[in-house]
């Protein structure tokens, strides 16, 4: 199956730094991913959609300013998580689509960054 | 937009006997049904998933079914097992005519645990 990477696997930073998380397809191309937030022992909440030369598109009350993500190549995906807070403790998880002629863009979820802020 | 709703939130079932997942959603054009299987700390593995052309697929011990009158859709575990124990969590989303990556909408999540 394909397979996603996340870089890295856990971070713990002071308030007030900022944080990046990279989201690598490893044996595709994915013109979109898309950024997931998961609290503990709650379900994925879409953040934004990712996209390859372009902007992303931020699900509503999600602040764009605070959370940049950057879509550099066909397998690279970056947020930013800027000027972190305790409340932005959380598990972030990227996905990418597969696109195939007979599958419907199953998506293919990275291993997850636990970010811990002081 | 899309609202999907999972019940139950917790399931125990003992070694050996069937549990059940259900979902409905609100999106009639919603068109792509998978289902994921979380352990704790871990990314969500896609376990089957199923398209609205089909009423129903199976993949050995594990089937997803789907009522698009009703707008819900089961799972199906059969003979479980310990390792089955996880959270289990439904999706739906629509896919674009042009094709391209689109957005899932997941359920709020079931916590199976496999009794011995």
């Known amino acids: 199956g394909a397979v996603v990477s996340q870089h890295p696997s856990r971070v713990i930073c002071k308030s007030g730094t900022s944080v990046k998380i990279e989201c690598r397809s490893l044996?595709?191309?994915?013109?979109?991913m898309f950024w997931y937030r998961q609290f503990p022992k709650q379900s994925l909440m879409l953040m934004a959609t990712?996209?390859?030369?372009?902007?992303?598109?931020?699900e509503q009350g999600v602040e764009k300013d605070k959370f940049l993500i950057n879509h550099a190549s066909l397998t690279l995906s970056t947020l930013t998580v800027t000027s972190a807070h305790p409340e932005d403790s959380s598990f972030y998880i990227c996905?990418?689509?597969?696109?195939?002629?007979?599958?419907?863009?199953?998506?293919?979820f990275g291993p997850g960054t636990r970010l811990t802020v002081l | 937009g899309e609202n999907v709703e999972q019940h139950p939130s917790t399931l125990s079932v003992q070694e050996g006997d069937s549990a059940v997942i259900k979902c409905t959603y609100s999106?009639?054009?919603?068109?792509?049904f998978p289902w994921y299987k979380q352990e704790l700390g871990k990314r969500p593995q896609l376990i089957i998933d199923?398209?609205?052309?089909?009423g129903e697929k199976k993949d050995q011990r594990i089937a997803v079914t789907l009522n698009k009158t009703a707008k819900h859709f089961s799972l199906h575990i059969t003979e479980t097992q310990p390792e089955d124990s996880a959270v289990y969590f439904c999706?739906?989303?629509?896919?674009?005519?042009?094709?391209?990556?689109?957005?899932?909408?997941f359920g709020t999540g079931t916590q199976l645990k496999v009794e011995l």
């Open positions: 996905s990418a689509p597969l696109l195939t002629s007979t599958s419907t863009d199953t998506q293919y």
């Open positions: 044996d595709f191309q994915a013109t979109t």
């Open positions: 990712s996209n390859e030369g372009s902007k992303a598109t931020y």
């Open positions: 999106d009639s054009a919603s068109n792509y």
């Open positions: 199923i398209r609205s052309n089909v």
């Open positions: 999706a739906a989303s629509r896919r674009g005519i042009t094709g391209g990556g689109n957005k899932l909408t």
